[in-house]
């Protein structure tokens, strides 16, 4: 060999060799105090000015810091807050439980709880901690002369105490914290309870559809009818009170297609709002398109005009839409359906009785609110639900395993940039000669980056999550919780801290293997597997207490909406954003309860098992939740909303997983116990993890029930399970409309474009009349329509709906299905699941997209559609406020041929009115009083209480949808 090739093979083996040691004890550095300090300067300054930054910009931006001040109506408003610099300190502070349960929910404020709980238990557990740990572990560390030149962070751990007598403070420790911790969920347990009581009693839940129904799953086939729903319910049915029931209807491919036409419809918002940027300058050649790769053969050249292509492919798929909903009818029934009481204590008292038991292998229990239902897992079979998500847990468990390795060698280098140093020579120089520099960009980097890294992996993970089968979604966000939480303390906790202790094991067996001729258990006992895992813990925690002081910035930047205002800011500037995502990022944004919960238990996890080997960790996670109780009540209160209201189900969930943390911090003081102390110590701490295992089957027993139902069928009240008696047709079809498949009612979104690009637009389509291109399916767009306020006027050549630049704002379309569902719905409250007077309907089956709205935002409140111009279809009855609602024909009572009173020869007791009102929203002549606003009658929204001399060149999208 050459002097160069051995020069190089020398030092890859100096390299490999250097790697191999790093990975057996990556957290050796001889600056973590510094990187600690620096860590802790960073946060708290960048906090502080992040918050005055807040404080500053908040009273001039409430569009993005108050947005439900304005978008709000009066019962679910926030607390009013002035424009001071530090006002909004005040309402935060003053506002109490019971206002935040009616202002933004019972979701909202079990999550403030739980933050308050957090924050309360470390504020004692730091006191306990700080007060002995710390003392007990620097004194009996004294005089030990390894301990010479080590930092002041390894001297608080117990790796150097030479007393094993002094390891009992960790065992009486364990005890303190376990009875901290079991005490502040008992207390919090019992509140909740409260707390459930009162949500029951309230006017939402008493007016509400879903708290007197039960869902039936898993329906055999002879079952499958509204009969057979009332024999499986009669078989658990403790009370004399008989429900309405429905059967679920097969929807077959609706729900693909709407969502198909939903997409379709955003792709020409798009290519609109990119083509129409500058109407005065449009660009020398229309915008084109590849069509998806099913319809490629019909188009020899692969590209299609992208305007009319997207145009006539909605007109396509609302055809089909109009097809499948006429098609529905009763006869092709589902394994699930409803059946709904009058009173809601039946319905518990029917829930409570089969809460156990399975009447011809059904499962019935309490129904959620109608938004809330995963429609397409309704119809999974129970082997199908059980399938998927034993393939949802495999893909979860490798992605669990193919991470081990990346994590790996972020503990080994991203922890600890002096092992880099090790490796990359030119790295050591720099690293030598700047150590004050590299230890703060150690403090700041490394957990940013493990940071950033973690948050991707959620989003990977939800998307795995979703297609595990669940009903609702908010119990697939619980599993979401539940399988976050186990991989970010397997991968992020455990492995991450003991990976080189692991390592080190196992290089030392194989080591003892290959030089002696003892056996392989005897050189798997001379491993020192427990005092290697000790060593590797008490190693990491100073990495663990800089990563807790950076989620105190990650707090203050959600306070600032930093990543929202970045990129609405860039999309303005660089992009061009069409009016429907302009008018959506002035709307409240959804709060995503399952990665904070899961954010907020892996702390408390990390803060529980490191209080007695770092107990500098627990005021620094103290001082966490401390800030974030107070930021994310502002939060709550005036920007996010819920989006999916379960009414507090979130928190058998985490008192589960504090108790599995708690458990866990057992297990680690037992292991110190091992190592450092004696087997008296370890039994010590041995009951501690039954006694927490039967405190959480305590609390189960005593506090579930009632956290659950809203009576029990043993309480033997009379009232309550008294009552015979039968719903009345008017409310099985409450019952039909409110728990039918949204793809039979939900009402299809128009392309939205500019007010600016209106004349443009008229433009390009009038443009094929010039080219003779009249005829073929381009036809009845190309041709002028006559408005039908003035015939004889014409209207828009193209249907879309003209949004002026003055009401691209959410106030003016809150109230609209599109955009109500997504982004206004959980304003506490959906309209959709109340029982009112004048409405036992969706809105959209009587051909209204509004409802009034009781907000006290400025926007004006839009009149009622006109109905005078409706085309009445033979045996069509027009709707009065008295009237029996309006129900699509597959929730619709079967004639008998033979009945005499039914009409002839049909089939339904109505003719299918889907023909013109599923799809169509037709209206007669304007009937506006001067200063209201005709939404229903242009698409564009012209000034309040301006008239107009002249007719608007603004046309809806819903002429085009109704039938020739």
Same mark, same amino acid.
């Given at each position: 060999?050459?002097?160069?090739?051995?020069?190089?093979?020398?030092?890859?083996?100096?390299?490999?060799?250097?790697?191999?040691?790093?990975?057996?004890?990556?957290?050796?550095?001889?600056?973590?105090?510094?990187?600690?300090?620096?860590?802790? $300067?960073?946060?708290?300054?960048?906090?502080?000015?992040?918050?005055?930054?807040?404080?500053?910009?908040?009273?001039?931006?409430?569009?993005?810091?108050?947005?439900?001040?304005?978008?709000?109506?009066?019962?679910?408003?926030?607390?009013?807050?002035?424009?001071?610099?530090?006002?909004?300190?005040?309402?935060?502070?003053?506002?109490?439980?019971?206002?935040?349960?009616?202002? %933004?929910?019972?979701?909202?404020?079990?999550?403030?709880?739980?933050?308050?709980?957090?924050?309360?238990?470390?504020?004692?557990?730091?006191?306990?901690?700080?007060?002995?740990?710390?003392?007990?572990?620097?004194?009996?560390?004294?005089?030990?002369?390894?301990?010479?030149?080590?930092?002041?962070?390894?001297?608080?751990?117990?790796?150097?105490?030479?007393?094993?007598?002094?390891?009992?403070?960790?065992?009486?420790?364990?005890?303190?914290?376990?009875?901290?911790?079991?005490?502040?969920?008992?207390?919090?347990?019992?509140?909740?309870?409260?707390?459930?009581?009162?949500?029951?009693?309230?006017?939402?839940?008493?007016?509400?559809?879903?708290?007197?129904?039960?869902?039936?799953?898993?329906?055999?086939?002879?079952?499958?009818? #509204?009969?057979?729903?009332?024999?499986?319910?009669?078989?658990?049915?403790?009370?004399?009170?008989?429900?309405?029931?429905?059967?679920?209807?097969? %929807?077959?491919?609706?729900?693909?297609?709407?969502?198909?036409?939903?997409?379709?419809?955003?792709?020409?918002?798009?290519?609109?709002?990119?083509?129409?940027?500058?109407?005065?300058?449009?660009?020398?050649?229309?915008?084109?398109?590849?069509?998806?790769?099913?319809?490629?053969?019909?188009?020899?050249?692969?590209?299609?005009?992208?305007? #009319?292509?997207?145009?006539?492919?909605?007109?396509?798929?609302?055809?089909?839409?109009?097809?499948?909903?006429?098609?529905?009818?009763?006869?092709?029934?589902?394994?699930?359906?409803?059946?709904?009481?009058?009173?809601?204590?039946?319905?518990?008292?029917?829930?409570?009785?089969?809460?156990?038991?399975?009447?011809?292998?059904?499962?019935?229990?309490?129904?959620?609110?109608?938004?809330?239902?995963?429609?397409?897992?309704?119809?999974?079979?129970?082997?199908?639900?059980?399938?998927?998500?034993?393939?949802?847990?495999?893909?979860?468990?490798?992605?669990?395993?193919?991470?081990?390795?990346?994590?790996?060698?972020?503990?080994?280098?991203?922890?600890?940039?002096?092992?880099?140093?090790?490796?990359?020579?030119?790295?050591?120089?720099?690293?030598?000669?700047?150590?004050?520099?590299?230890?703060?960009?150690?403090?700041?980097?490394?957990?940013?980056?493990?940071?950033?890294?973690?948050?991707?992996?959620?989003?990977?993970?939800?998307?795995?999550s979703i297609q595990g089968g669940s009903k609702t979604k908010t119990s697939r966000d619980r599993h979401v919780l539940s399988h976050l939480y186990s991989f970010f303390v397997f991968n992020n906790l455990i492995v991450f801290s003991?990976?080189?202790?692991?390592?080190?094991?196992?290089?030392?067996?194989?080591?003892?293997?290959?030089?002696?001729? #003892?056996?392989?258990?005897?050189?798997?006992?001379? $491993?020192?597997?427990?005092?290697?895992?000790?060593?590797?813990?008490?190693?990491?925690?100073?990495?663990?207490?800089?990563?807790?002081?950076?989620?105190?910035?990650?707090?203050?930047?959600?306070?600032?909406?930093?990543?929202?205002?970045?990129?609405?800011?860039?999309?303005?500037?660089?992009?061009?954003?069409?009016?429907?995502?302009?008018?959506?990022?002035?709307?409240?944004?959804?709060?995503?309860?399952?990665?904070?919960?899961?954010?907020?238990?892996?702390?408390?996890?990390?803060?529980?098992?490191?209080?007695?080997?770092?107990?500098?960790?627990?005021?620094?996670?103290?001082?966490?939740?401390?800030?974030?109780?107070?930021?994310?009540?502002?939060?709550?209160?005036?920007?996010?909303?819920?989006?999916?209201?379960?009414?507090?189900?979130?928190?058998?969930?985490?008192?589960?997983?504090?108790?599995?943390?708690?458990?866990?911090?057992?297990?680690?003081?037992?292991?110190?116990?091992?190592?450092?102390?004696?087997?008296?110590?370890?039994?010590?701490?041995?009951?501690?993890?039954?006694?927490?295992?039967?405190?959480?089957?305590?609390?189960?027993?005593?506090?579930?029930?009632?956290?659950?139902?809203?009576?029990?069928?043993?309480?033997?009240?009379?009232?309550?399970?008294?009552?015979?008696?039968?719903?009345?047709?008017?409310?099985?079809?409450?019952?039909?409309?409110?728990?039918?498949?949204?793809?039979?009612?939900?009402?299809?979104?128009?392309?939205?474009?500019?007010?600016?690009?209106?004349?443009?637009?008229?433009?390009?389509?009038?443009?094929?009349?010039?080219? $003779?291109?009249?005829?073929?399916?381009?036809?009845?767009?190309?041709?002028?329509?006559?408005?039908?306020?003035?015939?004889?006027?014409?209207?828009?050549?193209?249907?879309?709906?003209?949004?002026?630049?003055?009401?691209? #704002?959410?106030?003016?379309?809150?109230?609209?299905?599109?955009?109500?569902?997504?982004?206004?719905?959980?304003?506490?409250?959906?309209?959709?699941?109340?029982?009112?007077?004048?409405?036992?309907?969706?809105?959209?089956?009587?051909?209204?997209?509004?409802?009034?709205?009781?907000?006290?935002?400025?926007?004006?409140?839009?009149?009622?559609?006109?109905?005078?111009?409706?085309?009445?279809?033979?045996?069509?009855?027009?709707?009065?406020?008295?009237?029996?609602?309006?129900?699509?024909?597959?929730?619709?009572?079967?004639?008998?041929?033979?009945?005499? $009173?039914?009409?002839?020869?049909?089939?339904?007791?109505?003719?299918?009115?889907?023909?013109?009102?599923?799809?169509?929203?037709?209206?007669?002549?304007?009937?506006?009083?001067?200063?209201?606003?005709?939404?229903?009658?242009?698409?564009?929204?012209?000034?309040?209480?301006?008239?107009?001399?002249?007719?608007?060149?603004?046309?809806?999208?819903?002429?085009?949808?109704?039938?020739?």
């Amino acid at each position: 060999m050459d002097p160069l090739h051995a020069t190089l093979w020398s030092r890859d083996t100096e390299g490999t060799d250097q790697f191999l040691k790093l990975i057996a004890n990556p957290f050796q550095s001889a600056f973590t105090v510094s990187a600690v300090w620096a860590s802790l $300067g960073t946060s708290i300054g960048i906090s502080v000015l992040l918050t005055l930054l807040f404080s500053l910009f908040r009273p001039r931006h409430s569009v993005v810091y108050a947005p439900k001040v304005k978008h709000a109506d009066q019962k679910h408003s926030p607390p009013p807050v002035g424009k001071g610099f530090f006002a909004w300190i005040k309402p935060v502070l003053s506002t109490p439980e019971s206002e935040v349960v009616d202002t %933004v929910g019972l979701d909202a404020a079990i999550f403030l709880r739980f933050t308050k709980m957090c924050r309360n238990i470390f504020i004692f557990m730091s006191i306990i901690g700080c007060a002995v740990m710390i003392p007990v572990n620097v004194v009996q560390s004294h005089g030990n002369n390894i301990t010479t030149g080590l930092s002041v962070f390894s001297k608080f751990t117990p790796l150097y105490i030479t007393n094993p007598e002094a390891i009992w403070s960790q065992v009486v420790c364990a005890w303190v914290f376990d009875i901290v911790v079991a005490f502040f969920l008992w207390r919090n347990y019992r509140a909740v309870r409260d707390l459930r009581r009162k949500y029951f009693q309230s006017s939402d839940y008493q007016r509400s559809m879903h708290a007197r129904t039960l869902m039936i799953t898993d329906i055999p086939p002879p079952d499958r009818s #509204d009969e057979g729903i009332l024999r499986l319910s009669d078989e658990v049915n403790p009370t004399a009170a008989l429900p309405r029931a429905s059967i679920g209807r097969n %929807v077959r491919d609706l729900p693909q297609i709407i969502k198909e036409h939903e997409e379709t419809v955003r792709k020409l918002e798009n290519v609109l709002a990119k083509y129409l940027k500058r109407p005065d300058q449009l660009p020398a050649n229309r915008p084109t398109m590849r069509p998806p790769r099913s319809q490629r053969n019909q188009l020899p050249d692969g590209k299609v005009d992208a305007i #009319d292509y997207l145009t006539v492919r909605i007109r396509v798929l609302e055809e089909e839409i109009k097809h499948g909903r006429a098609s529905i009818d009763r006869r092709n029934a589902m394994p699930f359906g409803f059946a709904s009481w009058e009173k809601i204590e039946h319905a518990h008292a029917v829930a409570w009785t089969a809460r156990k038991k399975h009447p011809r292998g059904t499962t019935i229990h309490l129904a959620p609110r109608p938004s809330d239902l995963i429609w397409e897992n309704l119809s999974l079979s129970g082997k199908a639900r059980k399938w998927k998500r034993l393939v949802n847990m495999f893909w979860v468990a490798l992605l669990t395993l193919v991470w081990i390795a990346p994590n790996a060698l972020i503990a080994v280098f991203l922890s600890n940039l002096a092992n880099l140093g090790l490796v990359w020579p030119r790295f050591q120089t720099s690293l030598s000669a700047h150590p004050d520099v590299w230890a703060a960009v150690q403090g700041i980097a490394s957990p940013a980056i493990t940071s950033l890294v973690y948050l991707v992996l959620p989003i990977i993970f939800r998307r795995l999550s979703i297609q595990g089968g669940s009903k609702t979604k908010t119990s697939r966000d619980r599993h979401v919780l539940s399988h976050l939480y186990s991989f970010f303390v397997f991968n992020n906790l455990i492995v991450f801290s003991l990976f080189s202790a692991a390592w080190g094991f196992v290089s030392t067996v194989i080591q003892k293997s290959d030089d002696s001729d #003892d056996s392989a258990w005897q050189a798997i006992q001379d $491993g020192q597997i427990y005092s290697k895992a000790m060593n590797a813990l008490c190693t990491v925690s100073p990495f663990w207490v800089t990563w807790l002081l950076q989620r105190n910035l990650g707090a203050t930047i959600d306070l600032v909406q930093a990543i929202n205002l970045v990129w609405v800011w860039f999309s303005k500037t660089f992009l061009a954003p069409t009016p429907r995502q302009a008018i959506e990022w002035t709307a409240p944004p959804a709060f995503d309860y399952a990665s904070y919960y899961n954010y907020f238990l892996f702390y408390s996890t990390v803060a529980l098992c490191f209080a007695t080997l770092q107990p500098i960790v627990l005021p620094v996670t103290a001082l966490y939740f401390g800030m974030d109780a107070l930021l994310k009540k502002y939060l709550l209160l005036y920007v996010f909303i819920t989006k999916n209201e379960s009414g507090g189900t979130f928190w058998r969930v985490l008192f589960n997983r504090m108790v599995f943390a708690t458990i866990l911090a057992n297990v680690v003081i037992a292991l110190v116990a091992k190592v450092m102390g004696s087997w008296t110590m370890v039994f010590a701490v041995v009951p501690l993890p039954f006694l927490m295992l039967g405190f959480k089957f305590y609390c189960s027993k005593a506090f579930d029930a009632d956290c659950k139902y809203y009576n029990r069928a043993d309480l033997n009240d009379a009232e309550a399970l008294g009552g015979v008696g039968k719903l009345s047709k008017k409310a099985a079809d409450r019952l039909n409309s409110k728990f039918g498949h949204p793809a039979l009612y939900k009402p299809l979104i128009t392309p939205m474009v500019h007010a600016k690009a209106a004349a443009a637009l008229k433009d390009i389509y009038q443009g094929r009349l010039e080219h $003779g291109d009249t005829g073929g399916e381009y036809s009845d767009i190309a041709m002028d329509r006559m408005m039908a306020s003035q015939p004889g006027k014409s209207a828009d050549s193209a249907p879309f709906e003209v949004v002026p630049e003055s009401q691209l #704002d959410f106030s003016y379309f809150k109230d609209r299905p599109d955009f109500r569902d997504e982004f206004g719905g959980g304003i506490y409250g959906r309209s959709e699941d109340l029982m009112t007077e004048r409405s036992q309907t969706p809105r959209s089956t009587l051909g209204g997209e509004w409802s009034p709205s009781s907000s006290r935002a400025s926007s004006p409140a839009p009149s009622l559609p006109s109905m005078a111009g409706l085309k009445m279809h033979e045996g069509y009855e027009m709707p009065s406020s008295e009237a029996a609602p309006l129900v699509h024909p597959a929730f619709r009572v079967p004639h008998s041929r033979s009945n005499s $009173g039914g009409a002839p020869g049909g089939f339904y007791q109505q003719s299918n009115e889907s023909e013109t009102r599923l799809l169509s929203q037709a209206q007669g002549p304007a009937q506006n009083e001067p200063g209201t606003l005709d939404r229903w009658h242009t698409g564009g929204y012209g000034p309040v209480g301006q008239e107009e001399e002249e007719p608007s060149s603004y046309t809806s999208y819903e002429p085009y949808r109704a039938p020739r």
